[in-house]
Nanobody, 123 residues
C-alpha cells in the first residue's frame, strides 16, 4: 500500500483544516488507519486511528474533541478534520496503515507509512 498525505498548510490559531491520505496499490478496507504527527525536535506521536469499517475510533488526549478521523473506503482515502487548532498542533502529519489486530497507538503497529504533510498553526 502506498500512502500520500496532503492538504496541509498554514492556519491561524482557532481555525480549521482538513488533511487527507490517499492510498494506492491495494484497498485500505482491511486496514486500520492512523494518523501520527511529529513536531520539530520531538518524537513522532499518535494522533488518532479508525477501524477498517469506521465504527471505532481512538484519539490522543491532546486532540480529543477537536479532531475527527473518517474514512471513505470506496475512495481509498482517510481524512483528519482538525478544528480549534492550536500552535502546539504544528507538526508534520503522517498517515499509516496497520493490519487488523495490531496495536494502533504506537508506530510499531503500522506496516505502511506515507510521506507527511506540514501543518503550521500561527498564534
Amino acid at each position: 500500500v502506498q500512502l500520500q498525505a496532503y492538504g496541509g498548510g498554514l492556519v491561524q490559531a482557532g481555525g480549521s483544516l482538513r488533511i487527507s491520505c490517499a492510498a494506492s496499490g491495494r484497498p485500505i478496507s482491511t486496514y486500520t488507519m492512523g494518523w501520527f504527527r511529529q513536531a520539530p525536535g520531538e518524537e513522532r506521536e499518535f494522533v488518532a486511528a479508525i477501524s477498517w469499517g469506521g465504527g471505532k475510533t481512538i484519539w490522543a488526549d491532546s486532540v480529543k474533541g477537536r479532531f475527527t478521523i473518517a474514512r471513505d473506503n470506496a475512495k481509498n482515502t482517510v481524512y483528519l478534520q482538525m478544528n480549534s487548532l492550536k500552535p502546539e498542533d504544528t507538526a508534520v502529519y503522517y498517515c499509516a496503515a496497520a493490519f487488523l489486530g495490531q496495536t494502533v497507538v504506537t508506530e510499531s503497529g503500522y506496516a505502511y507509512w506515507g510521506q507527511g504533510t506540514q501543518v503550521t498553526v500561527s498564534s
